[in-house]
């Protein structure tokens, strides 16, 4: 069995450049922002967790990264070539060589049996009918389910399901897996033997992953997890990461353009945003003060809360917990409790 650590080269097997999004709309809602200015790198054998709250942009990620869905702008490479400057066969060649998708439901084509389903991505590539389904068949033996062959998908268990389009995604080999909540339809036990399914691939065949999941998950697998707020990565968290307490472990981020995103609970902390001067940076290391005469603002000791109505479109958010409007997807602010 070959070690992680030895499977983990410094090629990025995908990378992303100052992605944006917009999902232009004709209603009265307008343009939603999906994607603000977001770069990511996933080196080759890596596996690394997505977390963020609803409405933050990770579906749309998931899909610009695998070339679903063109983004509104930046560049996507996926094993060191540009896939948003090449088009049409070479494209598609390129996909079915590195990247697989495994969704949280849905993954499979409902009048094709499990074998089928798993050697369609094969005859696409164009390999033979019988070796497709040969090849088809040892995959699915191999994730303990050959006795389904046969079946269709609405017959088949949540569980067998996922374990099929897992066999679909596999079966190209692919470098890299992007997985958009692919145990989120499961029970607990059935979905933590598919991450340990993941974690084996990772481990020992090197399948890099980038994968939208809850930190139950993401300790036993990823050895990082990348907070994505409105559009951006804001922070990183090792693979002790607890989605319930994300202060906790969190580290901030810098982009190469400079701009440093500050999650919603640490600008709270901070007192509000406002002017601060630089006391003292270097390599390394940066302080810095709120500049006095803003601090009228917020007093010290002030509890910040989330703010009770949408400040773009008035929407109330009553008893809710959410953070971005569903209204208008605006952010939610904070705002100092009355
Ligand atoms: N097809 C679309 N048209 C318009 N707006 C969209 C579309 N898909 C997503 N959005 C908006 O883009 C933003 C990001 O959506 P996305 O689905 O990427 O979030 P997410 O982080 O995956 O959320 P969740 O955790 O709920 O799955 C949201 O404000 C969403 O309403
Ligand atoms: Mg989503």
Redesign the pocket.
Known sequence: MKERDQLIDNTPVLEAKNLYHV?T?NEEDGN?V?LRGLSVSIKAGEAVAVV??????????LKALGGLMKPSAGSVYLNGQNMTRITGADLVRLRQETVSFIFQEGNLLPDLNALDNIAQPLRHAGVRAKEARKRAMEMLESLGIGDRASSLPPTLSGGEAQRVAIGRALITNPKVILA??PTGALDPITGRRIIDLFRELNEESGVAFLI?THSREISSFASRALE?RD?RFVAQHGNDVDDLDLAATRELLIDDTGTLSMPPDMLATLGGPGRFEIQDIERDSIRIERVDEERLEIDEGTTMVLAPACPACAHDYGESSEE?CPSC?STRPMVPAS
């Open positions: 999902y709309s939603v999906a963020g709250p609803s409405g933050s942009g990770k579906s749309t990620l958009d909540e939208v994505l559009g971005q997807g």
